[in-house]
């Protein structure tokens, strides 16, 4: 397989099945911070992304992003600061905070000579959720919004979207409390795009809180409850999506850039 592929291991005990009854705090980040000698990939990043909530982490490349998703993986080692996942330190306690998230990265890989139903089976297997019999696992894949023809085609002919929709029934089947996205709908068509939001959509209605890093203005405004501008490691602004038009959103967006790189103007 290329690239790499979702991360979902056992499921948590007493995890919700349906939409969180608190306002519980899915992801948090304490004065997080990553430094590589004299740069410094992040700088204090503070947040906050409750239950049911998803929060947008919008900047160019090199703003910081997937090394905040890679920080919340515990593939990276904070140099100041902590992040949570559910309540849990991460570089505490990895293992169990991989327990209650799940990760769609950019490039999603399956076994392309298994069919997406095997695939689903397989990963769900390999993460602790056992037998779950082809009806659960078709009705997953449905969920998630798998078209009935494509359950038992082999992945290797699914579009980008089909495939993230395997690992969108893969957070399902798991139950978990966070999502971590890595810009998601990077290469996909306006309609999959679209598509890709609602899914996001139901499973904030479940209670899963999400951190999604994009750089695609339309996205953090149809799916972000909040968006976090990012630039050079650093949050530059800290909005509510519903306060702000697309337009608004993307003139603060350029206005930020443009303080940050007053040479490019």
């Not at 980040?29 to 992304?49: M, P, Q």
């Not at 515990?74 to 505490?92: H, K, N, R, S």
């Not at 894949?141 to 082999?154: E, S």
């Amino acid at each position: 397989m290329e690239n790499f592929f979702p991360i979902f291991d056992s499921p948590v005990a007493g995890a919700p099945t349906g939409a969180a009854t608190e306002r519980s705090t899915a992801i948090e980040a304490r004065g997080l911070t990553k430094r590589y000698e004299a740069h410094t990939a992040l700088d204090r990043l503070n947040l906050n992304v409750p239950a049911g909530e998803v929060l947008c982490l919008l900047g160019p490349n090199g703003a910081g992003k997937t090394t905040t998703i890679n920080l919340f993986m515990g593939f990276l080692t904070p140099t100041e600061g902590a992040a949570y996942i559910d309540g849990v330190e991460v570089a505490q306690d990895p293992m169990e905070t991989r327990r209650r998230l799940a990760y769609i990265p950019e490039m999603v890989s399956l076994y392309g000579n298994l069919t997406g139903l095997e695939n689903l089976e397989y990963f769900a297997g390999l993460g602790g959720v056992k037998d779950l019999g082809r009806e659960r696992l078709v009705g997953l894949l449905r969920r998630a919004g798998l078209q009935d023809h494509a359950v038992d085609r082999r992945a290797s002919t699914y579009s980008k979207g089909m495939r993230q929709k395997v690992c969108v029934a893969l957070a399902l089947a798991k139950e978990a409390r966070a999502l971590l996205l890595d810009e998601p709908t990077s290469g996909l068509d306006p309609y999959a795009a679209n598509e890709f939001a609602g899914l996001i959509d139901s499973l904030a209605e479940e209670g899963v809180g999400t951190l999604m890093a994009t750089h695609d203005l339309l996205l953090a405004k149809q799916c972000g409850d909040q968006v976090v501008i990012m630039v050079d490691g650093r949050v530059r602004q800290e909005v509510r999506s519903a306060d702000l038009t697309v337009g608004e959103l993307e003139e603060l967006y350029l206005q930020e850039l443009r303080n940050a790189f007053p040479e490019a103007r």
